[in-house]
């Protein structure tokens, strides 16, 4: 079936540096859909990218589509300490079907 | 407007009890998902409905069953528990209609512990 796989799992960083989180679907989607959840929170939308090679930006996050439809990346500039939490990337194939959750990338951000 | 909410917040129960958990929407959202998240396996897809009808649904078995009601609120429901169903049971709706789909408002989840 259908796999969404995310990489790294944990990512520590110094307030400053950059952080960036990549996904990989086993299928090609139809769109892929990004969420932050905060510690003891829950997930957050954050953004949907529907169109091939799409990127899209908000404030410091940017957000790209692959050419293939097939990954996703989500890149922190300038990493602060309100960034920390888990980011999720989560897939919908051509069909419509479920929406797949990758496992999430922690970030920590020292101070 | 208000946001997911789903009832009730915390639960305990006992292997081999059952459980109902409840989710109601925003409102004009018809669209239902059910997600349990546990540390080792993050976010695993349960069930999704939409206008009362599941429209897609994950691989955990039969024990784990929902429903939608006519006014979009959602149930779902575990029979006969395992200690392994300990987990944080994420409920999200969407306007999702058709093929066009929008982002998932989650609730606070409920916090389930089989002891």
């Known amino acids: 079936g259908q796999q969404v796989m995310q990489i790294p799992q944990y990512q520590h960083v110094q307030e400053g540096e950059d952080f960036t989180t990549y996904c990989n679907s086993s299928?090609?989607?139809?769109?892929i859909q990004w969420y932050k959840q905060r510690p003891g929170g829950h997930p957050v939308f954050l953004i949907q990218?529907?169109?091939?090679?799409e990127v899209k930006k908000q404030k410091r996050l940017t957000f790209q589509f692959g050419e293939a439809k097939k990954n996703s990346s989500l890149h922190i500039t300038a990493t602060q300490t309100t960034d920390v939490g888990t980011y999720f990337c989560a897939g919908r194939d051509n069909q419509g079907g479920k929406l797949i959750f990758g496992q999430g990338t922690e970030l920590s951000v020292k101070p | 407007k208000a946001g997911v909410t789903q009832t009730p917040r915390y639960l305990i129960k006992t292997r081999g009890q059952q459980v109902t958990l409840s989710c109601s929407p925003i409102?004009?959202?018809?669209?239902v998902s059910w997600y349990q998240q546990t540390p080792g396996q993050g976010l695993q897809f349960l069930f999704e409905?939409?206008?009362?009808?599941?429209?897609n649904k994950g691989n955990f078995p039969g024990r784990f069953s929902g429903r939608q009601f006519s006014n979009s609120r959602s149930e779902m429901n575990v029979s006969t528990l395992e200690l392994g169903d300990s987990a944080l049971y994420l409920c999200?709706?969407?306007?999702?209609?058709?093929?066009?789909?929008?982002?998932?408002?989650f609730g606070s989840g409920t916090r389930l512990t089989v002891v």
């Open positions: 990218l529907v169109k091939s090679g």
């Open positions: 409905y939409f206008s009362e009808t599941q429209r």
């Open positions: 999200a709706s969407s306007n999702r209609q058709g093929v066009t789909n929008y982002g998932y408002t």
């Open positions: 409102s004009g959202h018809r669209s």
């Open positions: 299928t090609t989607l139809s769109n």
